[in-house]
């Protein structure tokens, strides 16, 4: 069976046609590598937690130890690997659609814009995103580039969602939320699988292969291709936004021997990607907006080594330590980075009512940027340094009933200095089937390099027709405070029955000294009949937002399951300015993030080898953004056709043939959004 790779445009000399055809046969080719008594535990297992279970899972992100679900005082929501594998989504944000309180917009074929609790934006500075404990938050423009972080869906554990601050125990940035990617460890991805994925958008050849390292260790190497196919632009035309991508990886596991108490893990990525995209830009000729093709260029690589040591049932070490590398080359600017970054904890033996957890790292950071006549700086690299630890400490106030969590994270970073994020945690273990929890946090954004240190040409035009220019610059302020905010939250959990489980979190969330791009004067030009109006970010806004998040799940069947999710976001800004009317971007997050989001989800196995999953979404409208409300359908059926092969249908956004989930006003300079179109896509994938 052949499967085509879609067309592919907008990008030049990528040898998309070669890529995907050697792709396919390397895919095909593993079986020789079989082993003859291969495994395959991590074959689809349907309704593998049920939604008893689903509160018995275990969670690391909230405490940074194992816990069950139901015993986690904040709201945090797992996603698990057959959650990711019956949505059809073919990418880590696609599948993020499922979570509730997560706002996810699809910008263009590779770009999203993804956020929790309000500011969404392309990037989201309030978001702290991970893999494995790898922090992937840019520091330059603060913020997750989304096109670049993958990994094959089929060797994600799991991904856990915490809405709402995670600073105390993961530091500055996880202010509105925490995503934290979790990979299977190698002894649960033995054997070998193979997939090809094509459709009329997505192209997809993935291969991984597993085994074993003596009688303790374990490992897996796997490969990946993609491509994503050209959108249109809101006018019909071929947008120019296509992307391919290549990457592979590896990971190893080993256990101590005999009675050892230790294991280690080593693994590692490499990626490059090439896209496009259309971008409204700034000259000093006319038409002075113009709108460009700007290609994409993106690779990385990083490695990361953990050490667990385990004393008792109540006392384990970690160390990890990781080195990662990017470089991304625009139209704007080109960004180099290089990482070191090393983390440690250790959980203390239970002392009487106390569990305490401490620790500490250290993380530096180098780029070497090459800007552009729209952009320029001081510093061509910067050099920053991070130094924190932490301590947490769960006290029993009564056993089993009443739990009280008090942690705070102590930091030192290169641009504002010392900062503290501490946090309290109260949780009421009603009984068996329900507990209540409250908390009270402080989280910090620390300033991104843009606004430390880069000077951006944002716009130009002419005042009187042929007579004198002006242009608009973003100019840095090195003094800029962090971000603040105190967040208050209130969670409930029950099992009703043991199919039917719900949660729901209450959120107030007080933000101070938010920087503002305000308008601060006037600087002179070279040329005389030039003039340049500053705008210099600026800790002059205030405000808060608050609302409530639902999620609801139902085994209404053994074959049949159903859940729910709906969330309400509300948003208000004020400016500190004396001329409001300067700040130019002080409410505008008000009106960028749905107010209203709900889905749906119903999965049912219609017989032992056909299984069936519908997703229903629901996004208001979003006018910051100019986006109106949407309804999106997608729909799965998978076909087991024989033990380890199966063939999956895929359809996405089946009730419009396209539809618009993110932009900007046509005015302002920036990405061109696209209009996302409807898609369909087959997958086979084979397991031996």
Not at 12 to 41: E, S
Not at 206 to 216: H, T
Not at 562 to 570: D, K, Q, R, T, Y
């Amino acid at each position: 069976m052949f499967f085509p790779c879609p067309r592919i445009t907008g990008l030049r000399n990528n040898g998309t046609g070669w890529k995907c055809g050697l792709a396919a046969l390397l895919a095909i080719g593993c079986a020789n590598n079989a082993f003859a008594d291969a495994q395959v535990p991590d074959n689809i297992d349907s309704f593998a937690l049920s939604p008893e279970q689903l509160f018995d899972a275990t969670v690391m992100s909230v405490s940074k130890t194992s816990q069950k679900l139901m015993d986690a005082p904040a709201a945090v929501y797992v996603l698990t690997n057959e959650d990711i594998m019956r949505s059809g989504a073919t990418s880590i944000p696609e599948a993020l659609r499922l979570v509730p309180g997560v706002q996810v917009a699809r910008v263009n074929a590779s770009n999203w814009a993804i956020s929790i609790r309000g500011f969404n934006g392309t990037l989201d500075n309030k978001l702290l995103v991970l893999i494995d404990g790898r922090t992937v938050y840019d520091p330059l423009f603060s913020g997750t580039y989304w096109d670049v972080q993958d990994t094959m869906l089929e060797d994600i554990d799991r991904i856990e969602v915490i809405r709402g601050p995670g600073a105390a125990l993961w530091g500055a940035n996880a202010v509105n939320g925490v995503i934290n990617i979790i990979t299977k460890k190698a002894e649960d991805t033995q054997g070998n699988l193979a997939s090809v994925t094509a459709g009329n958008q997505d192209g997809i050849v993935e291969e991984r292969s597993g085994g074993k390292l003596g009688d303790n260790g374990y490992y897996r190497i796997y490969g990946k291709y993609l491509t994503h196919g050209d959108e249109q632009t809101f006018a019909g035309a071929d947008a120019h936004d296509a992307q391919a991508e290549d990457r592979g990886g590896f990971r190893a596991d080993w256990k101590g021997n005999g009675d050892a108490k230790d294991d280690f893990t080593l693994q590692g990525d490499v990626y490059n990607s090439d896209s496009s995209q259309l971008r409204i830009t700034s000259a000093f000729t006319a038409p002075f907006s113009p709108e460009a093709l700007e290609d994409i260029t993106a690779r990385g690589g990083n490695v990361l080594g953990r050490w667990n040591r385990t004393f008792s049932d109540d006392s384990k070490f970690m160390l990890q330590s990781y080195a990662d590398y990017t470089y991304r080359d625009q139209l704007l600017l080109t960004d180099q980075r290089a990482t070191f970054d090393v983390d440690t904890q250790y959980e203390l033996p239970v002392m009487g009512r106390h569990q305490v957890i401490v620790g500490g790292g250290y993380r530096y950071s180098a780029d070497d940027l090459t800007g552009t006549p729209l952009v320029s700086f001081t510093n061509i690299g910067d050099r920053t340094q991070l130094l924190n630890s932490f301590i947490q400490d769960k006290i029993t106030l009564d056993p089993k009933t009443w739990f009280l969590t008090l942690g705070s994270k102590f930091e030192y970073n290169t641009y504002t200095g010392f900062e503290i994020e501490p946090n309290a945690r109260l949780q009421w273990q009603i009984d068996d089937e329900q507990m209540m929890w409250a908390s009270v946090s402080r989280a910090v954004r620390t300033p991104s390099r843009v606004e430390e240190d880069l000077n951006i040409v944002q716009a130009t035009g002419i005042v009187n027709p042929g007579a004198h220019l002006f242009s608009i610059d973003t100019l840095p302020n090195s003094g800029l405070n962090s971000e603040k905010l105190i967040a208050y939250e209130l969670g409930y959990r029950r099992q009703w029955t043991p199919k039917i489980s719900s949660d729901v979190a209450a959120f107030y969330n007080n933000y101070q000294d938010l920087s503002t791009y305000t308008f601060t004067g006037f600087s002179p030009a070279a040329n005389p009949t030039h003039t340049v109006e500053d705008l210099t970010p600026l800790n002059t806004t205030w405000g808060e937002t608050y609302g409530v998040e639902t999620s609801v799940n139902w085994r209404a069947l053994e074959s049949l399951n159903l859940s729910a999710s709906h969330s309400l976001l509300v948003i208000a800004l004020h400016n500190n300015n004396s001329n409001p009317s300067t700040a130019a971007s002080a409410q505008a997050a008000e009106t960028q993030s749905p107010k209203y989001e709900a889905n749906l989800h119903a999965s049912w196995d219609v017989s032992k080898n056909i299984s069936y999953d519908a997703m229903l979404y629901y996004v208001s409208a979003v006018s910051g953004f100019e986006v109106e409300s949407h309804t999106r359908l997608d729909m799965r059926l998978a076909w087991r056709m024989m033990d380890g092969l199966e063939f999956d249908v895929v359809g996405q956004d089946l009730l419009d043939p396209y539809h618009r989930e993110f932009t900007l006003p046509s005015t302002a300079p920036g990405v061109v959004a696209s209009d996302i179109n409807r898609s369909f896509y087959g997958k086979l994938t084979w397991r031996f």
